[in-house]
């Protein structure tokens, strides 16, 4: 077959496709991780695994079309229309092969490093191979019969930057918020189907070729549409959270809701109870609060909204001067649609805690922690900087009370944090569950930080059913810390996820 000749529309074609496959690369590798969180959450370790996988995937693609590349350059880009195509088809199937393989892993595999990379190899490590073959092929049809090949080179190396960048951009800002992850995944494919034709086109391939190549596989992604709209995995997809709301009694007149973000529940709600906390962390919060100020007239800075229960529950018995850092709009939304949250009578921004904090000089009688992605806290809301932050906006007398989960065999993090948050206030207390631990769990703990200590030792609530909640001995944390020896949280270095150990990321 007669050679494709280096003209100007060729080599323009070839820098477009060269861009349109690495910008659609990395819409699918951002796809990924979103589509990862709610079966394993979105942390550190997740996208490391991610990255590696996908890394790996366009290494080894690379490798492949290098030695494609050394045949005949129209028979060359025939093999990457046809990797191309392969490439349309396992993307767009990317999402079922995820919801075959996440969960089977999920309950077979004890380490979670190694769970996490399977999902990631088995949904996405071939779009990623397949679309990591056509660089060196597409180079070298650039610089074949150029006097000056390597400009068509470093055009090339610049294009698929330039790609890069834009397909990151367009991934986070404008696809997965607007369309959702699986109808980008599709959209992809029909890109990689274009970037296919195109490859035919240069390679002056029969049309009859191409027609069947791309019919087969045209209905194939058909078939992944019309999959995809059921089961849905997320009732609302947003720019950070998958959200599904799940009916816990749908049946009136004690109508409860649980809102699940990602992979963990994040918060339930009862349409006819405000005032009843379903989660030991909620009743503890809400009480300790309360039992704290004595009053209905206080005013609270809440650090994450989630169902927004204790807002709403605090609304209910007349306590009013409440501000929420939410930093996702569509958790408010699913809030006041779906848990019955009237949003009216309180101050909600939707951004960052700290940047809150730090830009408005309010204070508050009472600030409450209880922002989590995946199974920690975001590092940056707890480094002695943000305490730091959060003293200068407490009144006098004002208290900070943060929830954390940590292994009750390990508490290194739990540690670190109580040593942190005693190097800011002198009064620091820990308040769990008056039971005794068993071995692996993974207990959650409400501390209080302030200039004094709470009116008293133990408290009782009901989530619904009744619960004890008492404070853990100075005597024992001192004890742990001495034992455990650990290093201030700092903006430099909060190594959150490392100290609470890999073992909770796929509870």
Same mark, same amino acid.
């Given at each position: 077959m007669k050679n494709p000749q280096p003209k100007s529309l060729t080599f323009i074609l070839l820098i477009g496709v060269q861009g349109l496959i690495s910008a659609s690369s990395m819409v699918v590798e951002i796809v990924a991780g979103r589509m990862i969180a709610p079966y394993v959450g979105m942390s550190l370790y997740t996208?490391? /695994?991610?990255?590696?996988? #996908?890394? %790996?995937?366009? /290494?080894? &693609?690379?490798?492949? &079309?290098?030695?494609?590349?050394?045949?005949?350059? /129209?028979? %060359?880009?025939?093999? /990457?229309?046809?990797? !191309?195509?392969?490439a349309a088809i396992t993307t767009a199937g990317s999402s079922h092969l995820l919801r075959l393989f996440a969960s089977p892993i999920i309950e077979n595999i004890s380490n979670p490093m190694m769970a996490i990379g399977l999902i990631t190899l088995s949904a996405f490590f071939l779009p990623s191979l397949f679309a990591g073959i056509p660089a060196p092929i597409l180079t070298i049809a650039a610089m074949k019969g150029r006097d000056k090949s390597e400009y068509a080179l470093g055009i090339m190396y610049a294009i698929g930057a330039f790609g890069a960048i834009v397909g990151t951009l367009a991934a986070g800002f404008l696809l997965i918020p607007n369309m959702g992850s699986i109808a980008t995944l599709i959209m992809i494919s029909f890109l990689y189907l274009l970037s296919a034709v195109t490859c035919f086109f240069i390679a002056k391939i029969k049309s009859i070729e191409i027609a069947v190549s791309l019919i087969s596989t045209f209905a194939v992604i058909s078939l992944s549409v019309y999959v995809s709209k059921n089961p849905k995995i997320c009732d609302r997809e947003s720019e950070y959270f998958c959200i599904r709301t799940v009916e816990l009694n749908a049946n *009136? *007149?004690? $109508?409860?809701?649980? !809102? #699940?973000?990602?992979h963990l529940a994040h918060g339930v709600s009862s349409k006819d109870n405000p005032r009843t906390m379903y989660t030991d962390h909620a009743a503890l919060l809400d009480a300790l609060a309360r039992a704290r100020m004595e009053s209905t007239n206080f005013s609270s800075f809440h650090i994450g909204g989630g169902s927004y229960s204790i807002p709403r529950s605090w609304l209910d018995r007349g306590i009013e001067d409440i501000a929420v850092s939410e930093i996702d709009p569509t958790v408010t939304a699913v809030a006041q649609s779906q848990f019955w949250f009237d949003p009216q009578n #309180?101050?909600?921004?939707? $951004?960052? %805690?700290?940047?809150?904090?730090?830009?408005? %000089?309010?204070?508050?009688? #009472?600030i409450i922690g209880d922002a989590f992605t995946d199974i920690a806290v975001p590092e940056h809301l707890i480094t002695l900087e943000f305490f730091d932050l959060v003293s200068d906006r407490l009144n006098e007398n004002g208290v900070f009370i943060m929830n954390f989960m940590d292994k009750v065999d390990r508490l290194d993090a739990f540690a670190a944090l109580v040593t942190t948050l005693r190097q800011v206030f002198p009064q620091v207390e820990v308040w769990t569950e008056a039971t005794k631990p068993n071995a692996g769990e993974r207990r959650t703990f409400v501390l209080a930080a302030s200039e004094n200590s709470s009116p008293v030792n133990s408290i009782k609530t009901g989530s619904p059913d009744p619960i004890v909640f008492s404070v853990l001995s100075d005597k024992f944390i001192d004890t742990l810390i001495t034992h455990k020896q650990p290093k201030l949280l700092t903006d430099n270095h909060a190594p959150l996820a490392y100290l609470m150990g890999l073992d909770p990321i796929l509870q």
């Open positions: 996208w490391t /695994s991610i990255i590696a996988i #996908v890394l %790996a995937g366009f /290494s080894i &693609g690379n490798w492949v &079309g290098g030695k494609l590349a050394t045949k005949e350059i /129209s028979r %060359a880009l025939k093999y /990457s229309g046809i990797i !191309m195509l392969a *009136p *007149p004690d $109508q409860i809701r649980l !809102m #699940v973000i990602d #309180v101050k909600i921004k939707h $951004q960052d %805690a700290r940047v809150i904090l730090r830009n408005e %000089a309010k204070k508050y009688d #009472v």
